[in-house]
Each structure stands twice: as structure tokens, then as C-alpha cells.
């Protein structure tokens, strides 16, 4: 069903997971100030310990291996690198990233790191954060870096997570750094940001030791059609990268036209032009890197008739444990849309679901929810590689329940339970059946 090189994988975090918040010579996070803030985080949850991956990396490692999991999604903490963000190399924090990726490599899971998912160091936020032209700069420095030190042994980088969300916690989300601005504030952040990828790509490659395949991992707001007739799916299609809503900082193509194609996406950007700096148009060039994959994070789309239009979904639907609608076609209008405009292999580098899980009476977790919902994803991303897009890999979110941001604790991602209390693993039921899935490469997925 899935060939032989799809990468199957799962995806973490470093602030998520890690914990040794003030271990290794680690310096604050804007994530790590946020969470200090009364009233920020559900329940004043913070990530000081998080999971423990710092002290239990080779535990969880060795849970991958039994699933047979060919890749870990994970990042790096920036300030465990960098604690100013420039300048001086943290040698204990890299000494914990190497000792994770050898582990790995020894375990036969390919590591895909991420440069950044989210966790801005403070001391960077104090100079500017992403509204100092130079983060750019800045990023790049990490970058090579980075690159530097690791791409002996990693070979699969991602420059950002999510630049859609990172932009959403300046638009009042309720993530780090918890600001709310305008349009006029933001604009310009979105394209530092997107400045500081092409930038990292370029500081990454000339580094870099041998080839290394880079991405980012984007988010969106896809739209799937209510009908599949033809109109309905044209008209979702554009309702996607035609994108006409207020909250335009949360759409793929206002980041993903720039990376891929060189080029803001209109109707956008006859909108927001005012706000972008002065001469924007000089840095296309450098933004728009050749890159070796499409990376997109997939959880849900939003259901659109034939003209476009956002409707309700209907009663009785599909919903997560945080009230997300579950839209399996959607992955599949998504994986063929994102091949068909950006033309390179795409991965979906997260999917997964929140699940209401605890541990039964026999002490183990059922998460039927879970299975059913990565099944009739993944059958549907089967069909749109059937249909023509190129599919390279999957990386479920997550491998263990962990930090969800503002949520703290109380969604649960993770194919392993986490006792916070304890730190206790306990594989779920969707664990044993994703390492079928794995083993049989996906054939096990026609069994109902
Ligand atoms: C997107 C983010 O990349 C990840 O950090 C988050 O936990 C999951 N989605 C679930 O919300």
C-alpha cells in the first residue's frame, strides 16, 4: 500500500516534552516566562518537567524501536543551544542532543529535527524577537550552527513549525509571548519570519556535511468540499489558497507561496502590501530556497459548499477531545493540492488526535477514537497517493502525551500514556496498532 521508503513516523516537541528546564545550562524560553504568567496556562501548567524526555530519552527511544517507528520528529531547544540566542555554544546542550540522536541512529530511527517549534529564547524576545529585522539573522546563526554540529548525523531538517500559530500568539491565541496586535505589527513579523527560513536554508547548506534534505513544517486553514462534485472541489480548493478571511496570518499561502513559489498569494497580499516593509519585494529571492519536501501538519479542514463558503458541519459529526471537527477527506484534497501547486513530495510531519484516555481497570488504555481516526486518514492518504501526489512520509502526533501550550496538560496526544506523577509509560492500544500498521506497511490499514 505504502512504499517501501515511506518514513513512518512520530512527532514531539523539545519544550512539549523535555523538561530540564533549568538543567545543562538551559536559559529561559519566551514559553518558560509564559508559563509563569497567572492565568496563561490551564490549570498554571508549565513545562519545567514536562515528560522528562531529558532524564528518559533512552526509555522512550526504546518504546520507538519495539513499534518499530522509522523516524522521530523532534526539536531542538534553541537557548539549550544558544542560551543568549547568539553568540556563545552551550557545550552541555549539545552534548544532550548528540547523546539523543546517536541513541536514535543506534536504534535505527532516522532523527527529523526541527530548528524551531515555537520556543523563542527570551533573551531574543528582549532584543526584538521576530520584529527585529535581524532575527533573520539571528535564526541563521543557530542555523549553521546547528548544521555544523549535527548534519554528520541528521539528514532531515525543518526550519519552523508552524509559522501560523507562532503568528496567532501575537494575535491574542493565548500562546508565548501572549500579545495581541494589529495587522500593522504583524505583517512585518510574518515576513522576518519567513526572511529567517530562507536565510537558515542557505546558512544550513553551506554548512551542512554532505546532503541534507530541508523543509518546514507549515499549518493552514484548508477547506474541504461539502459535495465532491467538481464545482464544490474547485471551489474549496480556492477558498484554501485563495484566501479571503480576517484572520490571514492563520492560511498556508501566505507562508507557503513566499517558500515555494517566491511570491505572496493575492487576494492577500493586495490586502496587507501597506503593512510589509519597505522593499519587500528585494527578499523573495533569498526566502524562496529550493527545498527538498513539503512539510504539513494535518489534524482537520474546514467544510465549504460550492461557493466557497465556510459552512457548519453537519449534527452528529466527528469532534476530538478539544472539539476539533475530524475531516479524513480533507488529507486527502490537502496531500493533492500541496502536490499539485509546490510540486515536491510531501509529508505530513503531524496528525493525530486528543482523545478522552485514562487507564482502565486492567491497567491498560483503549483508544478506539484514536485508531479509527489514523486509519480513515491514513486510508484517505493512501487514495490521494493512488490519485497522483507524492507522498514521502507520516509522522503521527505524538508519541507521548505531553505539554499541549495553553492547554497544559489536559489534552493527550500521545500513542504512550504519560502518569505525570510518575512518569510512567504505558504503550496504548493505538501504539500496538500503529506498529502494525508500520510492520505491514500500511495493509493492515484495510481491516475493519
Ligand atoms: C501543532 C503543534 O505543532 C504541536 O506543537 C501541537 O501540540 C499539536 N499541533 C497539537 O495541537
Redesign the pocket.
Known sequence: MFAKDFVWGVAT?AY?IEGGAREGGRTPSIWDVHCRKEGAIFNGNTGETACDFYHRYKEDIALMKEMGIGAFRMSFSWNRILPEGTGRVNAAGVDFYSRVIDELLNSGIQPYVTLM??DLPQALYERGGYMNRDFAQYFAEYAQTVAKLFSDRVKNFMTF??PQ?MLGAHRGSGKAPGLCLTDVETAPIAHNILRAHGKGVLAMRAASKGHIDIGM?N?GCFFYPAEETPENIEAAKRATFEYRLPNWYSSLPWYADPIYLGRYPEPLLSRLKKYLPENWEDDMKEICQPLDFCGQ?F?NAYRADENGNQVAEPAGAMYNAEHWNVSPSGIRFAAKWLYERYKLPVIIT?N?M?CHDWVSLDGKVHDPQRIDFMQRYLLELDRAQREGAKIGGYFC??LLD?M??NLGYR?R?GLVYVDYKTQQRIPKDSAHWYKKVIATQGESLREV
Request: glycine share 4%.
Open positions: 516537541a512539549q517549534h515555537w513549525n508552524e500559530l513544517a499549518q501538519n489534524y503531524e493525530g486528543c502526533w505524538s505531553n499541549e501550550w489534552p496526544f
